[in-house]
């Protein structure tokens, strides 16, 4: 009935709490003509929105989810739709009472109040439970409950008194065309429009929506089931909507929450119930709604028993029945994680999914800033739609691993832990050698990294003095002391590093050298032969990636960056290429393998493998030279992330056996070990002070903040330079620093490691937060065996960015003293560098 | 021969009854038998009869005839059936009837389709009924001696024969309905005014958007004013709002009424079924995207209960200045 | 008292039906099935009767295997034992006579039900019969349409209340007696979460009665044709009270 317009300048597709926020958001920064569209009617369209739970704790051990949450309640207050009940997680058992320490300082180090409380504080609280079975309280008086649904209504409203948006119900997207791989119309069944900007925010149907513009929203519907007991006296006394704190049973995997007469009772621990978006319901055939499906009873039993033990009393209230059951369908990724962004595949494409209801407003709020902007304030690694690779993103690896990780959702997972499903997805060539030597490995982009090698086992005993054990199963979990052995091992002798995993970009062509020029920081412009490390910067200034460009010839750049981010590199760096085809972007990750060879007999292992000079005056640290290395033609890169003497040996991925093989021949008599991502990416890399993207670079820190601006600016204009200047005019905010740890006995007398996130106090336990309101928590944490510490890096404001300051880290319940001993960039160990360019 | 069972509706052959002889009167004219009728009423239905083109009238009498009971009436139909020679038996698809074929065919041990919409007389009967009150359609066959078959009211028109004949008025005794074990009619009590869902010309009905039972006093109003009765929605009933009786819809009564004015009803598919038998629907309702929108003739697109108050006040005028003219 | 509860597992309302290809059957991939309606008053209407005068209730259902997942929701509701009848005819005779021979196998064990209670039709098939054919074939009185049930003072009779066109009927009935009741009959209670892990544990037994099929035949559905006519929009909110009032008028109402 009501008409659409015949062109806009941007369509968002769904109207749950993700849609209407975007559009509410884009219309404040300032876009017109906005449409929004949704199949279903309103105000409620049948998806996710329209059943969840809507309660909001703010506490996650993610920094950007936890802003994002905060965020959004600010905003649900707002409108008026925030409602604050408080809310306590339980633990019943000894491993969860560990993990809600872990929890409170999540809480501290993210700058939300909770508190640890006994199980009689419980009981004051919410008099129902049964606190002989709890052992501890995680309590959080902010946590609320919301209503989406009409927050939606009054964010569709503002954005229409704007006179910016329309509104379209029971309109169903029939198509999506695409021009040059760009937006160009959305097709409904009620007209066409022409745009280049799409915003999917359509939930569990988001892939459907996807793939009819050519991309892949990598997620799955999968079920929460729910049920709703009542009338319950006790609650229906409260005359409210909710009057007693959200309960999180976290043992059991389930929630408990007031709504009205009833206990609303929830649960993450049945089995992964996954549905495919092509087969949810239309909201004719639903008997509820496309997103409540009927409830599958015998997946609820246990959780009945359990939710039953801790509130025995109300819910055997006589005359008290189930009444409302469903299978609630929820988004779920492969991570976990939500998928923001634009799409990799189709300009102007974007996403919005995957977003839960505490999430929702401040969602809209990142992705119009996003899309205004080019940059996000919080930085979006973790959520951003580009993370993924492609095989990350087929339909295979999103069941595998949403099936896997449906009961994490509860879980407790250890910050290292690794998925059990799929595996095995992208093997570097030396796989099978690694497989003979015992290697553990760990996953990246679906590659499989050998973390360490249990054939090292025997090197434990020649370090035995200098190699700690972790006495405590948390901190030795995902853990080897063989990483420290395999350490020594390489700093006294020689190691080789599988680094397959680098994402690799070759540019070339008449342009490429003002590309790159305006992509990096630091000057590009060098002789043919020299590489250069520098940070990428975003809009604001901020990381947004760093990497290494080796200048191969004139106009032809190799581009290698870590491999975690590297769809996100590819997506930055393809979305900046030039118009006028005057720069060729190549990926040829999956052409080169990556060989680390570093130790000080390094050098004596490659010569004796190859004819070409690699003396120290025919290969100066920093340069790079094709080099025959028994007949394999190879890059080598002097140059190194452990601090050591070496090269990073890229050849062709079909010879990286043969490369192995000699090197390994060669490298016999001077005692050479094979070594593991856990030397490269946390031990040596903390010893020599090294940066690591995702941990210490972050869009919300500058060059300057991280002790990586270089003494001079380069002429040449480049992304983030004009921010980049005004940040050295002004100094730092913040400095990172490197601290150690200096008593590390816990008060049984286990000595702890305090891992990343724990958060960073002033020795009366207050927390530290600098001008910008970022808080001092440990970025990157590990041991430093050559140095024989243990060590910490974190941001920290004047006045205690200064060496020999006293502070405390917070780890799991307990206070440890710890010292800045580094506030800026000079490494603890070989200060000088002079091991690596020896 | 074909039997209809026929339907007293205060003396006279009840509307659904007709259709039923009529559609007999199309089987039978197929099948070359003759139509007969059958009833336990004490009108005079002759006239009618001849118009359908019936020739006989069996009028089932005896001790039992004051006693309503189901099981004694089907068992006495099924005598008659057999005694008669009838090869169908066809009537009206009303609560009555289909209780009463359901124990006639029970008793001679034959089929029963209930709530045809289509029949077609052969060896075999292919036929359309309707299944869920009407939320999908069977296409099945009907086999075996005697056929019994009940038609949906309002599926058939009562279309009257050209030439109508003589009818014969038999009476019929069935003799072993004594020994049967069955229940009583211990106590009857007539409604008192106010229209009946099932046979009131205009209903007002009430929904979720009516908000509460007290909301339903503009929609009694209405209601009163156009000599309706009121009716309302599954949600309304659960609610607490409105009693069961007053409930259109799939398990509540099936309407059939001139006009149904749906107010604050969205119209899921129970409730369609309840009122799809109204020969125009209004429906009333805030969102002009409600599925009973789309499916009604006619919309008002608004709140009831600014809409409601103004169309009684309008009407009550109405009605004045009809007065006044006359 | 013993009561039999005899249910049909059939589609949750709520959704539109939708049908397999081949037409002969509804496409069941996105239905949650539940007891019919009028029969969830009847397994109210038993538990209430045996809280009141004691004794057990049975709920019995007729089709596939699946038909346990109603006989569990049934005990939880508070009936104390489920029998599944294997069957696959879904005409109303075999379905009778697969009742009928079921209840004759257990009433040979245990001896008679005073109450048989069904649904007046089923929720989805909609046949009128399948009570009346039972009590027929078991020589017992039946009262369909009910919507009130009281066991008599002496216990030997019941009396039945149902709405008819004029007004209000009771019938009374000798026991063991037959009733198809209808919705309105009382408000079912939901399961509390106790009754559904009883449930869960409670014994269901399989009967597999073997029947000859009846005289009506399926042979395929179809969805009803929709109203294809536009809707006419009067007006929007109060003002359009006039043009209300004109079609009263026009079709004679006013």
């Not at chain 1, 007999?601 to 000079?613: G, H, I, K, N, Q």
């Amino acid at each position: 009935m009501n008409t659409l317009p015949d062109s806009a300048d941007v369509v968002v597709i769904g109207a749950g709490i993700a849609g209407n926020s975007v559009a509410h958001h884009l219309a404040q920064a300032g876009w017109h003509n906005i449409v929004l569209l949704d199949k279903g009617p309103l105000p409620d369209p049948g998806g996710s929105t329209g059943h969840a739970s809507n309660f909001i704790f703010p506490v996650d051990h993610s920094k950007e989810i936890t802003a994002i949450t905060v965020d959004s309640m600010h905003q649900y207050e707002k409108l008026g739709m925030l409602t604050t009940s408080g809310g306590i997680e339980v633990a019943r058992t000894e491993e969860r009472v560990e993990e809600l320490k872990r929890r409170m300082a999540s809480a501290k180090a993210w700058g939300i109040h909770s508190e640890l409380i006994s199980p009689e504080r419980v009981a004051e609280l919410v008099p129902f439970v049964d606190t002989s079975i709890v052992k501890l309280g995680f309590w959080t008086p902010s946590a609320a409950v919301v209503d989406p649904l009409q927050s939606g209504a009054l964010m569709r409203e503002q954005a229409q008194g704007l006179g910016a948006l329309t509104v379209s119900a029971n309109t169903e997207v029939s198509g999506i065309d695409t021009s040059g791989g760009r937006i160009s119309k959305v097709r409904t069944d009620r007209g066409d429009i022409d745009t280049d900007t799409v915003v999917v925010a359509c939930g569990v149907w988001s892939p459907r929506i996807a793939r009819m513009a050519g991309a892949r929203i990598p997620l799955v519907p999968v079920v929460h089931q729910l049920i709703d007991v009542g009338p319950i006296p006790e609650l229906a006394e409260t005359h409210s909507e909710i009057g007693y704190p959200i309960v999180r049973d976290m043992d059991p995997l389930m929630y408990e929450r007031q709504s009205g007469a009833d206990l609303e009772v929830g649960s993450y621990a049945h089995r992964a119930i996954l549905h495919e978006p092509d087969d949810i319901p239309s909201y004719e055939a639903a008997q509820l709604s496309p997103t409540q499906l009927p409830f599958t009873q015998e997946d609820f039993d246990p959780q009945m028993e359990d939710a039953l033990e801790l509130f025995p009393g109300i819910l055997n209230t006589p005359g008290a029945g189930i009444r409302h059951s469903i299978n609630g369908l929820l988004s779920l990724t492969p991570d976990g994680g939500p998928v923001l962004g634009e799409t990799p595949e189709v300009k102007g494409l974007w996403s919005a999914a995957s977003v839960w209801i505490k999430e929702g407003p401040g969602v809209g709020k990142v992705l119009a800033d996003w899309m205004t902007h080019g940059s996000t304030e919080v930085d979006m690694h973790g959520a951003d739609i580009a993370r993924f690779y492609p095989n990350q993103r087929t339909t295979t690896h999103v069941r595998a691993r949403a099936d896997e990780g449906f009961n994490k959702i509860y879980g407790i997972v250890h910050p290292n832990e690794q998925w059990e499903s799929n595996r095995g997805q992208r093997l570097s060539p030396f796989h099978p050698r690694e497989v003979e030597l015992g290697a553990r490995f760990f996953e990246v982009g679906g590659w499989e990294r050998p973390h360490w090698y249990e054939s090292n086992r025997a090197l434990l005993e020649e370090y035995a003095d200098r190699v700690d054990d972790r006495p405590h199963e948390w901190d030795a979990r995902w853990w080897s002391p063989i990483i420290n052995a395999e350490h020594l091992a390489l700093r006294e002798r020689v190691g080789v590093i599988d680094l397959t995993a680098f994402a690799q970009f070759d540019v070339s062509g008449p342009g490429a050298l003002d590309y790159l020029q305006r992509m990096a920081l630091a000057q590009v412009d060098k002789p043919v032969g020299k590489s250069v490390y520098t940070p990428i910067l975003d809009h604001n200034g901020g990381f947004r990636s760093d990497l290494t460009i080796i200048r191969l010839d004139t106009d032809s750049f190799r581009i290698i960056a870590g491999g975690s981010d590297g769809p996100r590199d590819k997506k930055w760096f393809t979305d900046h290429l030039p118009a006028d085809g005057s720069v060729v972007f190549t990926d040829v990750t999956s052409a080169v393998c990556t060989i680390g060879l570093w130790g000080p007999r390094a050098r004596d292992v490659l010569s004796a493998v190859t004819e070409d000079d690699v003396s120290a005056e025919a290969f100066p640290f920093g340069t790079a030279r094709y080099i025959d290395v028994d007949g394999v033609p190879t890059l080598a890169l002097k140059i190194s992330y452990v601090g050591d003497l070496g090269w990073e040996l890229h050849a062709p991925f079909d010879q990286g056996l043969k490369l192995w093989d000699t090197l390994f021949e060669a490298g016999r008599e001077h005692g050479i070990v094979p070594a593991g991502i856990g030397v490269y990416g946390t031990t040596g890399r903390l010893e020599k002070g090294y940066r690591l993207m995702g941990a210490e670079l972050e869009s919300e820190y500058n060059p300057v903040e991280a002790g990586l601006a270089l003494p001079k600016v380069k002429s040449p204009d480049f992304v983030g330079k004009e921010p980049y200047l005004r940040a050295r005019e002004r100094g730092p905010d913040t400095t990172l620093c490197t601290l150690t740890v200096d008593e590390c006995t816990d008060s049984n007398g286990t000595r702890r490691y305090p891992q990343a996130h724990s958060p960073i106090l002033t020795t009366t336990g207050e927390r530290i937060v600098d001008s910008r309101a970022r808080s001092s928590y440990v970025t990157s944490a590990g041991s430093a065996p050559s140095l024989g510490e243990y060590l910490l890096m974190g941001y920290l404001p004047a006045p205690y960015a200064a060496e020999g300051t006293g502070l405390l880290v917070e780890y799991m319940g307990e206070q440890y003293p710890v010292t800045v001993v580094r506030a800026g960039r000079t490494p603890l160990f070989d200060p000088d560098d002079e091991r690596m360019k020896a | 021969m074909l039997l209809v069972l026929v339907e007293d509706d205060s003396g006279a052959v009840s509307g659904a009854s007709r259709e039923a002889l009529a559609l007999a009167h199309e089987l039978a004219t197929k099948l070359d038998v003759p139509v007969h009728a059958a009833t336990f009423g004490t009108g005079e239905f002759t006239t009618t009869l001849s118009a359908h083109g019936a020739s006989v009238l069996h009028r089932i009498e005896g001790p039992f005839a004051d006693d309503c009971s189901p099981e004694v009436r089907g068992a006495a139909l099924g005598e008659l059936i057999r005694s008669a020679g009838a090869t169908g038996v066809l009537a009206a698809g009303s609560e009555w009837g289909n209780e009463i074929m359901a124990h006639a065919a029970a008793r001679t041990g034959e089929a029963f389709a209930s709530n045809c919409v289509e029949v077609d007389a052969g060896r075999e009967w292919s036929l359309t009924r309707v299944r869920g009150g009407g939320m999908l359609l069977e296409e099945a066959e009907l086999s075996g001696a005697v056929k019994f078959v009940s038609l949906v009211p309002g599926s058939v028109e009562p279309t009257e024969v050209t030439a109508p004949g003589e009818v014969a008025t038999e009476s019929f005794v069935p003799e072993h309905v004594d020994d049967l074990v069955h229940s009583k009619l211990v106590e009857r009590t007539t409604s008192g005014t106010g229209a009946s869902l099932a046979t009131a010309r205009v209903i007002v009905s009430g929904g979720r958007g009516v908000g509460s039972a007290e909301g339903f006093a503009s929609l009694e109003e209405l209601a009163g004013l156009l000599g309706g009765a009121v009716g309302c929605s599954r949600v309304a009933t659960n609610s607490g709002w409105r009693p069961h009786s007053d409930q259109v819809g799939l398990t509540g009564t099936k309407i059939a009424a001139d006009l149904y004015i749906a107010c604050g009803i969205s119209g899921a598919t129970q409730h369609w079924v309840g009122c799809m038998g109204a020969k125009s629907i209004l429906a009333v309702n805030t969102d002009p995207e409600a599925p009973l929108v789309s499916r009604a003739d006619y919309a008002v697109i608004g709140d009831i209960h600014q809409i409601l108050p103004a169309v009684v006040e309008r009407a009550r005028e109405r009605k004045k200045e009809v007065q006044g003219a006359v | 008292m013993k009561v039999l509860v005899c249910i049909k597992r059939v589609p949750a309302p709520g959704g539109k039906l939708s049908l397999t290809e081949d037409g002969t059957d509804i496409d069941t991939r996105h239905l949650g099935f539940t007891i019919g309606p009028h029969e969830e008053c009847a397994v109210e209407e038993a538990v209430r009767l045996v809280a009141e005068h004691g004794g057990q209730v049975t709920v019995l259902s007729a089709g596939p295997p699946e038909v346990e997942e109603q006989l569990r929701y049934a005990m939880s509701m508070g009936a104390n034992a489920g029998v599944l009848v294997e069957q696959s005819a879904q005409d109303p005779e075999a379905t009778a006579r697969a009742l009928a021979e079921a209840i004759g196998t257990l009433e040979s064990e245990d001896g008679p039900f005073d109450l048989v209670l069904l649904g007046n039709e089923s929720a989805d098939a909609g046949n009128y019969q399948v009570g009346v054919r039972v009590a027929c074939s078991l020589g017992r009185p039946v009262v369909g349409g009910v919507k009130g049930v009281e066991v008599g003072a002496e216990g030997t009779d019941v009396f039945l209340r149902r709405e008819s066109a004029e007004g209000i009927e009771v019938y009374q009935a000798p026991l063991p007696a037959i009733t198809a009741v209808k919705e309105g009959l009382n408000l079912p209670r939901y399961p509390s979460i106790q009754g559904r892990l009883r449930a869960k544990k409670g014994p269901v037994r399989t009967l597999r009665p073997e029947v000859p099929q009846g005289g009506l035949r399926t042979v395929r559905l179809r969805q009803p044709p929709e109203k294809s006519k536009e809707t006419v929009v009067l007006g929007y909110g109060a003002d359009a009270a006039d043009s209300v009032v004109d079609l009263l008028v026009e079709k004679g109402m006013v």
